[in-house]
């Protein structure tokens, strides 16, 4: 069974530095989908970035860029000249072949002012 | 304007007490979901539906019982509600299978 496991429970950036929130998965799947959503305190949940499996290409959106690293099974979240909107819980996802979307624990990420 | 509505947005409600939970979604997306956010915060799927057929059914409780009257709504309707019932529960829809899931704000379910 696939599996996603995010170690971090709680990450801290100044704002306008740069973090970097880890995430690496299991699977014995070639073809799946990469996620990150956010949910702020509003409990909404957002989608931040999406990466296709089959893309050597990092995805970026904006202040977010994905650092995909396949063989290693690894899927971190870079975000860039942080600011006081980011603060939330970040959560990796996987989506292969099951067709559920898979969560990890998630990453609460304070930014200081 | 909203893509994915869920009413109510806050449920408080005794034990033993049966409620629902509506979703409906506008984006004429096919596939629905439900996913329950724990105390931790950990989201795991319970319900996923194809143009109103189930697919997906993840070892929830029999009390559990989703209905979709037509692709754009998904309801879950909890008979005999437990304390172990309390979470937020997130519905959710998407284009086709694995493109990006749009959620609703959430239902936050209280059982006293």
């Known amino acids: 069974a696939q599996t996603v496991t995010q170690s971090q429970p709680e990450m801290s950036v100044q704002e306008a530095e740069t973090v970097t929130l880890s995430c690496t998965y299991d699977?014995?799947?070639?073809?799946?989908?990469l996620f990150w959503y956010k949910q702020p305190p509003s409990r909404q949940m957002i989608l931040v970035i999406r990466q296709e499996a089959y893309k050597q290409q990092n995805a970026t959106e904006n202040r977010f860029s994905v650092n995909f690293q396949k063989a290693a099974k690894s899927f971190s979240l870079k975000i860039s000249d942080s600011q006081l909107g980011d603060a939330a819980m970040y959560f990796c996802a996987y989506w292969g072949n099951t067709g559920k979307l898979i969560f990890g624990q998630g990453t609460t990420l304070q930014v200081k002012p | 304007d909203t893509a994915v509505s869920q009413t109510p947005k806050y449920l408080v409600t005794q034990m033993g007490n049966d409620k629902s939970i509506k979703c409906e979604q506008n984006l004429g997306h096919d596939t629905m979901y439900w996913y329950k956010q724990d105390s931790k915060k950990f989201l795991k799927i319970m319900f996923s539906?194809?143009?109103?057929?189930?697919?997906i059914n993840e070892t929830v409780p029999n009390r559990f019982s989703p209905k979709s009257p037509d692709k754009a709504h998904l309801n879950l309707h909890i008979n005999s509600l437990e304390l172990g019932d309390s979470a937020v529960y997130f519905c959710?829809?998407?284009?086709?299978?694995?493109?990006?899931?749009?959620f609703g704000n959430g239902t936050r379910l209280t059982v006293t």
């Open positions: 699977t014995s799947e070639s073809d799946y989908y």
């Open positions: 539906y194809n143009n109103k057929e189930l697919i």
């Open positions: 959710a829809s998407s284009r086709v299978p694995r493109s990006p899931l749009h």
